[in-house]
């Protein structure tokens, strides 16, 4: 693939801002179609299908945000002149062609666009259904800033297959696929897994535990705790799973305590039955099926440990591998909770809620990697490329 000049990269970019800017109302009225088509009974889709001016900002503020930031491809890795002066350079590299696949929030559509074409490489976005006629009037934008700049428009390419022709597609490509990178729940991702014939980059569920330490500060675990379950229940980094330490002191009055200012913010509670002992009205975990599941709604569970141990070991069983976070004033048991826990993202007292790009220093995000190759966490402009290997001779041969 021919690798465009940062300058031209960036320009794209410039005219990407404008286009959107100058044509909010168009995008408003065909995001106002895609809500009165939508079923309002999935909530949380709804919630991530909804553009306003405000996420329109964010948009903007997406590319912005990777226009600014180092180009990543073409750059040295490392370079080793060899004893038979045969020099090795390690460079980075642009993945060629990446499909996306996701549901429902066409702002996706924005993020994983510009870092792919920021990173040199085509993108495939296979939105969902719901979001069509936003995403169609977005990616027609996007085409009218490559355009602008004497660029084909296949570098973003808007896929609007069904699932039988989605099937049919990622078993036999009709283009060249490097990488596919589904953005949704276990179903979507078993289903690429089960199809796809090139390498998948799984964006896992949260299901993400919190842990309440014997030492801790009781009334940041509770903001930190309110903060990580209801600010944004559609969001792959919301609470769903507590764990308290059954040492802590006044462990009877703290759960009630608990349990109430979850009450309070309208979270429905599922305990376990050391809990169910003192929160004797909430209903009663009797499927530990329910422990893996990502509710992406208010509600959470309630589950009561012995220690950090304990912990570490459900938290490990269940999760699903996206965050975790123990609320301690120890750090040594902090250090043991994050070195063990086997997430992609660990905190010390602080909520679930930073597994984000933007919060976390990154920028723009294509998704989170729950993977452990080629990169776990948020998958960031430096995270789209891969390597290649320079090798350069005088006429050398391998004895």
């Not at 085509?122 to 009037?137: D, M, P, Y």
């Not at 934008?141 to 700049?149: I, K, T, V």
């Not at 060249?176 to 991702?189: A, M, Q, T």
């Not at 009781?218 to 209801?230: C, G, M, P, R």
Request: aromatic share 6%; hydrophobic share 40%; charged share 25%.
């Amino acid at each position: 693939m021919k690798l465009l000049s940062t300058e031209t990269k960036n320009n794209v970019l410039t005219s990407m801002i404008r286009v959107l800017d100058e044509n909010r109302l168009r995008l408003l009225e065909a995001n106002k179609i895609d809500l009165k088509l939508f079923n309002r009974e999935d909530q949380a889709m709804y919630d991530r299908l909804i553009i306003n001016n405000q996420k329109i900002n964010a948009m903007i503020q997406a590319i912005e945000s990777v226009r600014t930031q180092e180009d990543p491809v073409n750059k040295k890795i490392t370079e080793t002149i060899l004893e038979n002066d045969l020099k090795v350079v390690n460079k980075t590299s642009p993945f060629g062609v990446i499909m996306i696949i996701y549901e429902s929030r066409p702002d996706v559509t924005i993020e994983a666009a510009v870092l792919a074409f920021k990173a040199n490489n085509k993108i495939l976005l296979k939105g969902g259904k719901e979001a069509l006629h936003s995403n169609t009037v977005l990616v027609d934008f996007w085409h009218q800033a490559l355009l602008e700049n004497n660029l084909n428009t296949d570098y973003i390419q808007l896929l609007t297959m069904n699932r039988e022709e989605t099937q049919i597609f990622l078993k036999n490509p009709t283009q060249k696929l490097d990488l596919i990178v589904p953005r949704g729940g276990e179903k979507l991702i078993s289903f690429v897994k089960e199809h796809a014939q090139c390498s998948v980059l799984v964006s896992g569920r949260g299901n993400n535990f919190l842990y309440i330490d014997q030492n801790v500060d009781w009334q940041k675990s509770l903001n930190v705790i309110i903060n990580a379950k209801t600010d944004k229940i559609s969001a792959c980094n919301a609470l769903d799973k507590i764990l308290v330490n059954t040492q802590i002191p006044n462990y009877h009055q703290k759960l009630i305590e608990l349990k109430n200012i979850l009450k309070e913010n309208e979270v429905s509670i599922w305990v376990d039955r050391t809990s169910k002992e003192i929160l004797r009205e909430e209903t009663l975990i009797t499927n530990e099926s329910i422990w893996e599941e990502e509710f992406l709604a208010m509600k959470c569970c309630i589950g009561s440990v012995d220690s950090v141990t304990d912990a570490i070991q459900k938290i490990n069983q269940y999760s699903g591998g996206h965050s975790a976070t123990i609320m301690t004033t120890d750090d040594t048991t902090a250090s043991v909770f994050m070195e063990e826990i086997d997430c992609a993202a660990v905190y010390q007292n602080a909520s679930t809620r930073f597994t984000d790009g933007g919060q976390m220093g990154v920028g723009a995000e294509l998704a989170i990697s729950t993977d452990k190759l080629h990169h776990r966490g948020p998958l960031g402009l430096k995270e789209l490329v891969t390597n290649k290997y320079y090798v350069f001779g005088d006429g050398h041969i391998r004895n």
